[in-house]
């Protein structure tokens, strides 16, 4: 059997659940755009798609018109990119890594994005030259290899590389603390550290164009490798004995993730649990292969982060929740009763 006729035949049991995850997700964004302080009707969605996207005429209400596209719409639509490249990203890692803690947050990624952005906006590293998302990148890497390199001094294992994403994120984010404590003003800290904390607030159509492609491509970088991630759960060693080129892979998928960490982190700030907790919930629904992981925990993050979203506008009358609050909420009891849950089984 060919590598692609396996890998059809590995992928056809799972497309009913697929598109079931489809439907949810439309459902979710659907949520997302009506749902809020501001309840607006589902038949304005319709009438306002008609307009924007097929020049149809129809009578709008400018308030809730501008509401719903220029706002909720991008907004719900980064945030379900959002969720879908940090399920990928933990995916990826865990495998790996082979270590079932591995996620963006823990190993150091997303403190080092948040600490090359934060860097570029307050003191204009590179004379404006270099954007958000380039600094993020720069630190999310920087954080990977500097990670990397403390376990391998420390033994390589995968207690030691949990030990060296948790030190180098401490070092990352104390960086972060100093750096807005140093150069920003009142002002541009209660903003920052808001954004850290994961933030949809700010998020237009630019934003959208810049997440969807980059997590689009992740995607299908991570989907056309879902052999050697299976691989890798047994070790390099293993990936290396059938065939697989082991650097390169390694090479080509932590630098998706480091991409998809970055861009991510660069628009929305740091939102933990997602890329932790959603390939765990996922494998116990469709099993450890990567071909149904993958696209199933690409489905499941973005429409836990939708409905993360969703509840950051509605728990606090008149005040919105740094959505990486309402995952932490959700995602440390979550987590713990999937441990426990492993512990009965095992």
């Given at each position: 059997m060919t590598r692609r006729a396996a890998l059809v035949a590995l992928t056809l049991p799972v497309l009913p659940r697929v598109g079931l995850g489809a439907v949810l997700l439309a459902l979710a964004v659907l949520?997302?755009?009506?749902?809020?302080?501001t309840?607006?009707?589902?038949?304005?969605?319709?009438?306002v798609l008609a307009v924007k996207l097929w020049g149809a005429e129809r009578a709008l209400d400018p308030i809730d018109a501008g509401i719903l596209w220029s706002y909720r719409l991008p907004r719900t639509l980064?945030?379900?990119?959002?969720?879908?490249?940090?399920a990928l990203s933990g995916v990826v890692l865990q495998a790996l890594v082979r270590n079932a803690l591995a996620d963006p947050y823990l190993l150091g990624v997303s403190a080092g994005a948040g600490a090359g952005a934060v860097s570029v906006a307050l003191l204009g590293i590179g004379g404006g030259?270099?954007?958000?998302?380039a600094g993020a990148f720069g630190g999310a890497t920087a954080a990977f290899v500097l990670v990397a390199l403390l376990a391998r001094a420390a033994?390589?294992?995968?207690?030691?590389?949990?030990?060296a994403g948790i030190a180098g994120s401490q070092l990352f984010n104390a960086l972060t603390s100093f750096l807005i404590a140093k150069s920003a003003n009142a002002e541009q800290a209660r903003g920052l550290m808001f954004w850290l904390l994961g933030n949809l607030s700010g998020v237009r159509w630019p934003d959208v164009t810049m997440a969807l492609p980059v997590v689009g491509?992740?995607?299908?970088?991570?989907?056309?490798?879902?052999r050697p991630l299976d691989a890798f759960s047994f070790g390099s060693?293993?990936?290396?004995?059938?065939?697989?080129?082991?650097?390169?892979v390694q090479l080509v998928l932590i630098a998706a993730v480091t991409l998809m960490t970055a861009t991510l982190v660069s628009l929305v700030g740091s939102i933990g649990f997602v890329g932790l907790v959603i390939p765990h919930a996922v494998r116990l629904l469709v099993g450890p292969r990567h071909a149904r992981l993958v696209p199933a925990s690409a489905l499941a993050g973005a429409i836990f982060l939708i409905a993360a979203d969703i509840a950051s506008r509605v728990l606090i009358p008149g005040q919105v929740v740094p959505i990486g609050v309402v995952t932490a909420l959700v995602g440390a009891p979550g987590f713990a009763l999937i441990l426990i849950r492993n512990r009965r089984r095992a």
């Open positions: 949520a997302g755009v009506i749902v809020g302080e309840a607006l009707p589902l038949r304005l969605v319709g009438d980064v945030a379900a990119a959002c969720g879908a490249g940090l030259a270099i954007g958000l998302s033994g390589g294992g995968p207690a030691q590389l949990v030990l491509a992740g995607f299908l970088v991570c989907l056309a490798h879902v060693g293993a990936a290396a004995a059938l065939g697989i080129a082991v650097r390169r």
